[in-house]
T-cell receptor, first 112, second 115 residues
Framework: GQNIDQPTEMTATEGAIVQINCTYQTSGFNGLFWYQQHAGEAPTFLSYNVLDGLEEKGRFSSFLSRSKGYSYLLLKELQMKDSASYLC?????????????FGGGTRVLVKP | DSGVTQTPKHLITATGQRVTLRCSPRSGDLSVYWYQQSLDQGLQFLIQYYNGEERAKGNILERFSAQQFPDLHSELNLSSLELGDSALYFC??????????????FGPGTRLTVL
């Protein structure tokens, strides 16, 4: 089975940087995804990591350490529209269908 | 817009009833996934279909069933509805059956309210 942990809620100021951590335990790690979800809306894909290191995409970056079972999503130059939940999801090759398991999400509140 | 469509957007029904939710995947995607998201809960995987065949099952109740048709659209059937079934139901699609970089793209969801 899988266990994915991320903080429930974080607050940050507009223009600042926020780092959302995700730790996981899986028997057959096969990729980690980050999604953004505004309240009542669909999750939208942000980033994907399968090898160790940092992937940068504009204001968003995602880091992975497979040996530590750890990832983080870094949001820079925060904007009000970044207020949303951020979901960490891990793919396990040992699971049927290479199933993706989602963490509970981290709600980020950006204040002016 | 992810390219995944879901209908209806909202559904209000009574306990004991049966409803059908519909999903059309992105053009070219062969896999369809169904998820349930209750208020303040995470995404719970229900079931996956790949090219018409059931590929993986999650925490799907026996009262729930799904299928994927030859044109690759999928339907999720929920029967003997209970108050606790009220939730957002998302469909997602991906190109393959779940390889390492196989990204899932989500539809806008169907909000089900059981009264």
């Amino acid at each position: 089975g899988q266990n994915i942990d991320q903080p429930t809620e974080m607050t940050a100021t507009e223009g600042a940087i926020v780092q959302i951590n995700c730790t996981y335990q899986t028997s057959g790690f096969n990729g980690l995804f980050w999604y953004q979800q505004h309240a009542g809306e669909a999750p939208t894909f942000l980033s994907y990591n399968v090898l160790d290191g940092l992937e940068e995409k504009g204001r968003f970056s995602s880091f992975l350490s497979r040996s530590k079972g750890y990832s983080y999503l870094l949001l820079k130059e925060l904007q009000m529209k970044d207020s949303a939940s951020y979901l960490c999801a891990v793919r396990d090759r040992a699971a049927a269908g290479n199933k993706l398991t989602f963490g509970g999400g981290t709600r980020v509140l950006v204040k002016p | 817009d992810s390219g995944v469509t879901q209908t209806p957007k909202h559904l209000i029904t009574a306990t004991g009833q049966r409803v059908t939710l519909r999903c059309s995947p992105r053009s070219g995607d062969l896999s369809v996934y169904w998820y349930q998201q209750s208020l303040d809960q995470g995404l719970q995987f229900l079931i996956q279909y790949y090219n018409g065949e059931e590929r993986a099952k999650g925490n799907i109740l026996e009262r729930f069933s799904a299928q994927q048709f030859p044109d690759l659209h999928s339907e999720l059937n929920l029967s003997s509805l209970e108050l606790g079934d009220s939730a957002l139901y998302f469909c997602a699609s991906s190109v393959l059956a779940g390889g390492p970089a196989d990204t899932q793209y989500f539809g806008p969801g169907t909000r089900l309210t059981v009264l």
